[in-house]
């Protein structure tokens, strides 16, 4: 490899513009691709025309660039197989990936295949019954010895919808059979019914070359659109990283129960993996259990995480395909970040796009990361594309200065319908164990 690193994002969320920003940041940054980007990678690297699950098109294009690294930003490309898929072609041999290959992000694409590691690697997590339509009565029966409320999982990638919460047990025996009924479409031809925990939660996040690890700061993202943690789920409206109650002795029981058997267990396995794991908490008094695996970083964690890492992130993914990860320490900035995510008007639901985006010029004092945005090819100005349009990150030693800074900053930006909430880092601050 040259020393200078070309590299290719894949993505267009507030993640992979906040993953290309901190990449550029590095000395051994060469050219900066992401595909397909947004109004905010534009700024700062190419933006490259292709899907992230045109694996032909993206191989094509990682030759002719000569990539040196492609880190893969969102799950359905690898729960597809990109990594497998790259993997044929001798040509592609220097490449360094960051991400799993399908069998890896099978803990992200099958919840009943990640519950059955977690019980073979004895990682606490909820109890649980995985059904199929020819188990329902094994399913039902579950249901009637788990105290309300139930959860019931589609087991495949269903766009974040795919987990119900139902406090009646009728209903929750009438959806079960909904959903393998067909619901989620085939995500939910397996159901993974589970024991509700009740504690609070947050998301741990791992670099692994699939020996050694470092844990990256810890965060807590607002996955609701309304105030207060009320209405629809959403793909995240903010976070806060790091996690006052995720103290040192509460993070040593998630690396020594959670962490190492997972990446341990992968080994043990054949899994070959380098890349993230986002690990889905609850705190249950004290004590970490596994929500879910995700083999990426979060959105909008990652806007409030990385902003949050001193080392060149360059150097720590080369080092993770290297597999020398037991020589990288991670160094963080104590500050606490808070990102508040600015939304189209109707999100989660219906919304219009192509508002004009404007005054990102008077922000102060903090980072802009855009999500659903794109380059209006006349005026030149960006305009909304997407749910979520901006994420504002504010840096700040004190947790209530930083949730200002993001807030006044998030009223600066202005187009129409914009929406975002003002309660992001509050009860984190208020939260008492
Ligand atoms: P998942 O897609 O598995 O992360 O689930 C979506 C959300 O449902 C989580 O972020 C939690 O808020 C909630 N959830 C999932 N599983 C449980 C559980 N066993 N107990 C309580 N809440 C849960
Ligand atoms: N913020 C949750 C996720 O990225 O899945």
């Known amino acids: 490899m040259n020393s200078m690193v070309n590299i290719l994002v894949l993505g267009s969320g507030g993640r992979e513009h906040a993953l290309a920003w901190k990449l550029k940041q590095s000395k051994i940054c060469g050219k900066l691709f992401v595909a397909p980007g947004n109004a905010g990678t534009a700024a700062i690297a190419i933006n490259i025309p292709i899907d992230v699950t045109d694996f032909q098109q993206l191989k094509n294009f990682c030759i002719e660039e000569q990539i040196d690294l492609m880190v893969v930003g969102p799950e359905l490309p690898l729960v597809e197989g990109i990594v497998d898929y790259f993997r044929q072609f001798p040509v592609l041999a220097n490449l360094r990936i960051i991400g799993p290959g399908a069998a890896g992000a099978r803990l992200e694409g099958s919840k009943a295949f990640a519950k059955d590691f977690m019980q073979r690697h004895h990682i606490p997590t909820a109890k649980y019954l995985a059904v199929k339509k020819d188990s329902l009565e094994s399913g039902l029966s579950f249901l009637d010895v788990l105290e309300p409320p139930f959860v019931l999982k589609a087991d495949g990638l269903a766009a974040g919808k795919g987990v119900l919460i139902i406090n009646e047990r009728d209903q929750a025996k009438h959806e079960l059979e909904n959903m393998l009924n067909g619901k989620f479409g085939k995500a939910s031809d397996e159901v993974v019914i589970e024991e509700y925990l009740n504690g609070i939660e947050l998301s741990c996040f791992v670099l692994t070359d699939g020996e050694h690890f470092v844990m990256l700061p810890s965060a ?56 993230f794991i986002f690990v889905g908490l609850m705190n249950v008094n004290g004590d970490p259990f596994v929500i879910e695996y995700n083999v990426r970083l979060g959105d909008p964690e990652t806007q409030a995480v990385l902003p949050r890492i001193k080392n060149d992130l360059v150097g720590l993914l080369l080092a993770c395909s290297n597999h020398e990860l037991q020589h990288q320490r991670l160094e963080t900035d104590d500050r606490y970040a808070v990102t508040v995510v600015l939304a189209s008007g109707g999100y989660p639901g219906d919304f219009t796009k192509g508002k004009t985006i404007t005054c990102l010029e008077q922000l102060k004092t903090c980072l ?59 009860d984190v601050m208020n939260y008492k164990s």
């Open 368 to 426: 802009a990361f855009h999500a659903g945005t794109v380059t209006d090819r006349t005026s030149g100005l960006p305009k909304t594309n997407g749910g979520r349009v901006i994420a504002i990150t504010a840096l700040n030693i004190n947790l209530e200065e930083a949730r200002l800074t993001a807030r006044e900053n998030a009223e600066t930006v202005t187009y129409e319908g914009k929406y975002f909430r003002t309660d992001i880092g509050l």
């Open 220 to 275: 807590k993202d607002y996955k609701r659109i309304g105030e207060n943690d009320t209405g629809p789920n959403t793909g995240g409206m903010g976070a806060v990283s790091p996690v006052p109650f995720a103290d040192k002795t509460f993070m040593e029981k998630v690396r020594e129960r959670i962490v190492k058997p997972t990446i341990q267990g992968l080994k043990e396995e054949n899994i070959e993996y380098q890349g």
